[in-house]
């Protein structure tokens, strides 16, 4: 996006990706503060303040091209965003296989929603006990999405592994970040309400 000759921006190839934004090559194990300080410096060399003398089509270029740096570090430096990323590089969508609750986990969706309903009509001691159960489930939500973040990390790692994938271990490969990204979907929804009921408690 800059020219190495003389240090102005440039087009943004239509095929440029937010690896490539940012001068790293598409691996899903990244250095998040390589990440961090590769942003700052090409985000510094392609400032709309240096440019702001400019000509009106080298400014323009600075600013998407700084708009472009900004989407593609938002979208890298968090492992989530990074995967569905993939996905979309790998023309898959999570969507796709996201239209209902992950079977394992459908049933304790349903009991967090129904103490959360329980919690909002209770009174008197049954909302401390509702309180100390919803507060244990979410403890034990946390460690969930923990190690579904560990699962997410070893994901990354065999794509990296093997760059020359075949059909089979691709397809499972995909099958299986998809499944591990709903999860984490489904459950930072459910870990949001919990904190929501619970702060609604709170300043009641």
């Known amino acids: ?62 600013l998407s091209g700084t708009a472009l740096l900004t989407r593609s570090y938002r979208t890298l430096r968090d492992p989530i965003s990074r995967g569905l990323y993939w996905l979309e590089l790998q023309g898959e969508k999570l969507a796709e296989n996201n239209k209902s609750v992950p079977p394992d986990l459908a049933e304790m969706v349903f009991e967090v929603q129904e103490q959360l309903s329980d919690l909002r009509s209770a009174a008197g001691d049954a909302v401390s006990e509702l309180r100390s159960e919803i507060e244990k489930r979410r403890a034990g939500l946390t460690a969930t999405m923990n190690d579904l973040g560990i699962q997410l990390a070893r994901n990354f790692s065999r794509w990296d592994a093997s760059p020359n994938l075949d059909g089979d271990t691709r397809k499972a490969l995909v099958g299986e970040l998809k499944t591990i990204l709903s999860k984490i979907a489904y459950l930072r929804t459910l870990l949001r309400d919990i904190d929501r009921g619970l702060e609604t408690l709170r300043a009641a």
Do not use: K, W
């Not at 239509?14 to 090559?25: E, I, K, Q, R, S």
């Not at 390589?34 to 000509?55: C, K, M, N, T, V």
């Open 1 to 62: 996006m800059i020219c190495d000759a003389c240090g102005t921006p440039m087009p943004v190839p239509a095929d440029l990706d937010c690896f490539a934004a940012l001068g790293f090559p598409q691996r899903l194990v990244i250095d998040t503060s390589a990440l961090e300080a590769a942003y700052h410096e090409l985000g510094r060399r392609i400032h709309p303040d240096r440019f702001a003398s400019a000509a009106p089509n080298v400014r323009a270029l600075s």
